[in-house]
């Protein structure tokens, strides 16, 4: 590394080392933080900063996409926005593989040399520029993923950004704990012996991470610059529907880096499609050191038994369940039930799908309130949530895929047959979008036999109430889907400590977080950086956790050299 | 956990508290540190206490073994001792595996309930207990894995036990990391909400740790204290040659375990014979969650490739490699390398084997020796090893496995058709063991296109002489040997400082540990515990490093619960 190359490195550490420690502090104590405001309003010189974004988003549609990036051999994408149902018509560089892997490959010396304050730097400056582009970044989030305007600013953008901080905190950390040097002195016989050891950081090698379709940024951001930060180079591969905020994302970082002096190639943009797709020829790369997978429970499960010997990080889907014991009051326990499982039609990991009920019902203050009652309260909820287009358009949003359509039609077929639907789907017009994708949520009514529809991730807006024997049933159904099916969230109402005891140490074991007896503005499967852990690696639903010691220690090794001093 | 249960743990972690900062201070500054001497002359009561746990030795002969765990389906055993040639006689319970994971999973609720200061108090007891069985533990390593008094007292006893204690400094960083709880408070829209969170600690389950045959504990006790301290259990499966070390080592944990209220089915052994091994059963157990190995290569590939889901940390063997550029004075060189590659007749892991020269000679002190010359050297100084029988006992005790003998008589065979047998094996007489298996080092002269000769770990004493284009040719051979074939210690002679940092850049990319221009009492190959990194992850010698953060931090999980507070 060069002397100028590292005072650019060291100017940006320095530049960020207040933010860094802030951060550091709340992963720490687990307590509230951002340095980002969380609604557009507040975006430093707001108004003209989101007209300029917008401006910038639709200067983009219908061209090839700049991405200055080795090995063009074609371009290709397909987007469609679920929106406006109009292809974005964009098209990014397709480029070779492997002339992607040689390139990350001749980035990777200078980037490990530069040492672990000068790439933290580096990565903190990279989530300075993504936030710099988040007025643009927030319409490609919203016309690919189908995420609400508020949602695509926040959810894809402010929160993401937490969440890479976070990851950045803790590869510091673990980088920190490495003592550069040592003199060591022991006697051997009668001799003394004293040696000067080295010891150096050496990152893996090249990353992949995979972003989903949905949510594109939210577990890419904390992937990517946990691997960067720790010295590796990331090849990024979006899902063909969902390229733009990643390719945004990516020319944000080349930018950076090469800004600061170091080879772009260190973040590249591996893009592909459904009917040639690229996913497992990247997991199988002889040069693939790390995989990130973020996507379906189904290649989540291929990519983890066959990423070997790639270390392997995935955070795929699972049941996240909820459980009605007791309630002071029914109906704000309904409408934060009924409002969450709208939230972006259900298209979240953390999504509640099924909600377990004792079938002799719940006590609701001191009176029983029957399932049908329960089944009532929720079905008076969620008509709540779609009656206003213009607030079933900020809560709903829009459908991602068709396919969630097909999988709303068949589910609600099943569990009519099954079992009776509570609340039906239907589209709701969208304000400002006549064309887009819109369903509101189908909840169905089945009983514990119908494990074969509710014991699955059912991606969208679809839920089912289980009626169970009784609490402990219901408790013990819940937990024990979530340990065959995988499960992120969990939620329990109960009035009564000694069941929310037993639910808090059953979650731990089936390894879901427990969110108890929330009601209220903050959506129940709201996931704060720095605070909340996401995903165990307990159950089938992940293998990784945003963000623990063991998400960034294995990304790199430590090597040393010792030779003897008088 | 009871009261009762807690005050004695309690006790524990402070009894054992300044042991643990100290140990903690000396992973971060990689300086020496050991609190236990590494002579037996130092150990507490010495002469009473070595010649007790010598009669308890004795007394152990031709007996079952008691180990009072459940599911004993009968009994097995039949280690020979490479000293005397003559079957130990001791048997053990072969326990039912599927009871022996029953047992454990039972005992894990209470262990993980206790908490991460009273696992981490009731590990380092277990240190102590194991110190405290060492007179005895030192006669079992002797008699099966063939080391020296000297190497089975430290190598096997007191490095051991302080590889362990750094395994617990590591677990209790990564545990302590974890905020137990907060407070969490922020505003959505006009509303504030506050949640009080709680983090709780979950160990994976059950791991199995596989010991080896010439090194039991080294990388044993860390592996078990790990999985331990983090609140898993450990099913430990010894090498059906190299059981006695292993079962006192399990004995004496389930004795601590159940003075201090605990289940002590949270150590178990699991014994197989070489005829039906269990070792593919036990990876593949669907209660495995964390699989330790240390042993062949072979089989280490495939438990890398086949504990998914389990988590998998190895240390497998791999091609050691020397370079000699230039030197100041030949001898002392020649010396050193001699006495290491007859340490333990190179039945360690560390030991070197393939000594890359360049075909010009190298440089010694301003004039040249050549190749001829510096085998010469090698030659006498490996006769100087083994003059003296009691010298020679000493540092190549006894040879492990009739096979190595083998396979020292293969290699000489063809080391002689492809190139030259600079100094021949043979056996040499112990003086206290007149039917000792013993075997001197055979050093091979080979050219470089004799790969399949040298670039391959041949366990035992072997060594290779490669001759190369020239010194730059050595250190490119070596390093890519050592990435194909896998390496865990390097070494590298130069009085050039711009080719020993090149060979530190080669090395660490190589991921082997190098050591520069060692002479004197030290083994060039001692891995000191606190300071040494053992094993990158980096080349094909193993993914798991003794110790780092990546070694402890996934061997638990995070769950947690969250709720509203006024």
């Known amino acids: ?86 292809p974005l018509g964009i098209n990014y560089p397709r480029s070779d593989v492997d002339t992607l892997f040689r390139a990350a490959h001749a980035a990777l010396p200078a980037w490990a040399e530069a040492g672990p304050d000068a790439r933290v730097g580096v990565c903190l400056e990279i989530v300075q520029a993504l936030y710099a582009e988040l007025p643009v970044l927030l319409h490609a989030v919203m016309h690919t993923a189908g995420q609400s305007y508020a949602m695509s600013y926040a959810g894809s953008g402010t929160n993401a950004l937490d969440r890479g901080i976070e990851a950045i905190v803790y590869a510091h950390q673990a980088m920190s704990a490495v003592a550069p040097s040592a003199l060591w002195e022991r006697r051997f016989g009668s001799a003394t012996i004293r040696l000067q050891k080295n010891y150096r950081l050496v990152p893996r090698g090249v990353a992949v991470c995979f972003t989903c379709a949905t949510f594109p940024t939210w577990n890419a951001y904390p992937a990517m610059l946990a691997s960067l930060a720790t010295g590796n180079a990331v090849i990024v591969k979006p899902h063909p529907t ?46 693939t ?16 038994q066959n990423a070997y010997p790639a270390l392997c990080y995935t955070e795929t889907s699972g049941v996240n369940t909820v459980i009605l014991e007791s309630v002071r009051e029914l109906e704000p326990v309904a409408r934060s039930l009924a409002t969450t499982m709208h939230l972006f039609s259900a298209q979240m990991c953390t999504s509640p799908q099924n909600i377990y009920i004792p079938r002799g019902g719940i006590d609701v203050d001191g009176r029983r309130a029957s399932v049908d009652e329960v089944c009532e309260a929720l079905a008076a909820a969620y008509r709540g949530v779609t009656a206003d ?31 009776s639907i509570v609340v039906d789907s239907a589209p709701y017009a969208h304000p400002d979008y006549p064309s887009a994708r ?63 005891a037993a639910a808090e140490s059953a979650y731990a074991v089936a390894g879901a977080q427990l969110t108890c007896n929330l009601t209220g503005a903050m959506p129940l499967n709201f996931a704060a950086s720095y605070s909340d852990y996401h ?17 960034v220690a294995a990304r790199f090794r430590i090597a040393q050299s010792r030779r003897p001093v008088a």
């Open 1 to 86: 590394m060069t002397a100028a190359l590292n005072a650019v490195a060291a100017a940006l550490f320095e530049q960020h080392r207040d933010l860094l420690a802030r951060a550091t502090r709340a992963c720490a104590t687990r307590e509230y933080f951002s340095p980002f405001p969380e609604t557009p309003d507040r975006y430093p010189d707001s108004a003209a900063a989101l007209a300029r974004g917008h401006a910038t988003f639709q200067a983009l549609l219908g061209k090839p996409f700049e991405l200055d990036q080795p090995g063009e051999a074609g371009r290709l994408g397909d987007e469609v926005s679920p929106y406006t149902a109009a």
């Open 389 to 419: 287009p213009k607030r079933a358009a900020s809560i709903l949003a829009a459908i991602q895929s068709p396919s969630t359509l097909e999988l709303v039609g068949s589910m609600r077929e099943a569990g009519a047959r099954l079992g």
């Open 289 to 304: 050191a790390i995989v990130d997978f973020t996507g379906s429970a189904r290649f989540g499960a291929w990519v983890e």
């Open 438 to 500: 819109t369903a509101s949520s189908v909840l169905l009514r089945v009983k514990p036999d119908a494990r074969e529809l509710y014991c699955e991730e059912r991606f969208g807006p679809i839920g089912f109430v289980i009626e169970t024997d009784d609490a402990d049933a219901a408790l013990a159904a819940a937990t024990s889907d979530v340990r065959a099916a995988g499960g992120i969230t969990a939620f329990a109402y109960s009035t009564r400590e000694r069941f929310l």
């Open 535 to 551: 995903v165990t690696g307990l159950n089938p639903a992940g293998n990784a956790t945003l963000t623990d010691a063991s998400f």
């Open 242 to 287: 969902g390229i733009l905020p990643m390719a945004l994302s990516v020319r944000a970082a080349r930018r950076v880096l090469a800004d600061a002096g170091f080879d772009p190639n260190l973040v590249t943009l591996a893009v592909d499609s459904a009917s040639e797709p690229l996913g497992k020829r990247l997991v199988n790369h002889p040069q």
